[in-house]
């Protein structure tokens, strides 16, 4: 059964970092394209980041450049995402997602990051 | 402002037909392959179609998609009380370098 959890959202002060994390399990982790896709509370859907097989190409949307970086641990089947300088505007459910738009796709279930003082 | 559009609702009864639609650009929906997701209340988002208009398995074919230029419809048929949810679509923009998505479009089945 495949699975994607992530963890380490909670609450952050602006300004702060945090790591979220995303293990994968019951696929071949190791030959997807994987992104992250936010959500903040009562809005829609926006892609964040994607990263490659490899962990060679990495993308972003413009409101996070600079601040969040992706990355992959093949061996430890886990994805991540640092971000850093976080605003209450990033204040969002962070949902990991293999294969967004291919035929594989399937989202974890989310994990909720606050920004707030 | 989503760079896709969508209607923020459409409604209809047990049964019917509902249509919904996605309006983008040369620069997403023209050049790169459309996908559609579900997102019930309090669940994380489905992946309903994919390729513009292909049906991942286990997705009944009551739900059907396609493309036309810069646009893209997601239809369904013979709606259920379980299809109540927000419904996305998502494509790559180039020029963007980046994943769009649409506004979301509420489905209430009255």
């Known amino acids: 059964e495949v699975q994607l959890v992530e963890s380490g959202g909670g609450l952050v002060q602006p300004g702060g970092s945090l790591r979220l994390s995303c293990a994968a399990s019951g696929f071949t982790f190791s030959t997807y394209w994987m992104h992250w896709v936010r959500q903040a509370p009562g809005k829609g859907l926006v892609w964040v980041s994607r990263i490659n097989t490899d962990g060679s190409r990495t993308n972003y949307a413009d409101s996070v450049k600079g601040r969040f970086t992706i990355s992959r641990d093949n061996a430890k089947n886990t994805l991540y995402l640092q971000m850093n300088s976080l605003r209450a505007e990033d204040t969002a459910v962070y949902y990991c997602v293999r294969d967004l738009g291919g035929q594989r796709g399937y989202w974890g279930q989310g994990t909720l990051v606050t920004v707030s003082s | 402002q989503s760079v896709l559009t969508q209607p923020p609702s459409v409604s209809a009864a047990p049964g019917q037909k509902v249509t919904i639609s996605c309006s983008g650009s040369?620069?997403?929906?023209?050049?790169?392959?459309v996908s559609w997701y579900q997102q019930r209340p309090g669940t994380a988002p489905k992946l309903l179609i994919y390729?513009?208009?292909k049906r991942p398995s286990g997705i009944p074919d009551r739900f059907s998609a396609s493309k036309s230029g810069t646009s893209a419809t997601l239809g369904i048929t013979g709606l259920q009380t379980g299809d109540e949810a927000d419904y996305y679509c998502?494509?790559?923009?180039?020029?963007?370098?980046?994943?769009?998505f649409g506004g979301g479009t509420k489905l209430t089945v009255l």
């Open positions: 040369s620069s997403n929906i023209e050049n790169d392959y």
């Open positions: 998502g494509v790559w923009d180039g020029s963007l370098s980046a994943v769009v």
């Open positions: 390729e513009n208009n």
